[in-house]
C-alpha cells in the first residue's frame, strides 16, 4: 500500500461551505474546467459523469475509472474508494476549521500498489495528488 498526503491548504471559506461542495461529486462538473489538461501531465480526462456519491471519467492511458463516496463525517471528511480501476484506490479530504471564515485541507491518497509499481508511480500520483489539492483551495464554495 502506498500513501501520498498533500500540502495543507487554507482556504477562505467555512468548514460547512466546503464540506458541502466536497461531499458532493455532482459539484466535480463545475470544476471540471479547471482539471489539468494533457500537455501539463500527460494524461487527458473524458467523459466525467457525476452523480451525488459516484464520479466515473475515462483516464488517457489508464482506462476507465469510477470511484465513489463510501462514507462522510459531516463537515470534517469524506471518503471515497475507486469501483473500478486498474488499481484499488482510497482516498480522504479532511477538512478543519480555522476560523468562522476559513479552514485547512489536506488530501490523503492509499492506493494497493506493489513496490515495483509504487517506484513507478509515485511522483505522477503525488503531483495529482497536489493539483486536486490545489484546485479545491482556489474554487469559490
Keep these: ?6 500540502q495543507i491548504k487554507h482556504i477562505p471559506y467555512s468548514q460547512e ?5 466536497v461531499s458532493d461529486l455532482n459539484n466535480l462538473q463545475t470544476v471540471a474546467d479547471k482539471l489539468p489538461s494533457q500537455d501539463e501531465m500527460h494524461i487527458s480526462i473524458r467523459n466525467l ?14 482506462g476507465r475509472i469510477s470511484l465513489g463516496i463510501v462514507s ?14 486498474p488499481v484499488r ?3 480522504w479530504i ?19 500498489l506493489n513496490v515495483f509499481m509504487a517506484r513507478m508511480v509515485e511522483k505522477p500520483m503525488t503531483q495529482a495528488v497536489e493539483r486536486l489539492a490545489d484546485m479545491l483551495a482556489m474554487i469559490p464554495y
Design 1 to 6: 500500500m502506498k500513501r501520498i498526503e498533500s
Design 17 to 21: 461551505q466546503v464540506y458541502a461542495k
Design 49 to 62: 459523469r457525476c452523480t451525488t456519491d459516484t464520479a466515473e471519467c475515462d483516464i488517457s492511458p489508464v
Design 72 to 85: 462522510r463525517e459531516p463537515f470534517k471528511c469524506v471518503k471515497m474508494e475507486t469501483l473500478q480501476s
Design 89 to 91: 484506490m482510497t482516498a
Design 94 to 112: 479532511q477538512i478543519v476549521s480555522t476560523a468562522p471564515d476559513s479552514c485547512k485541507i489536506r488530501i490523503t491518497l492509499d492506493a494497493d
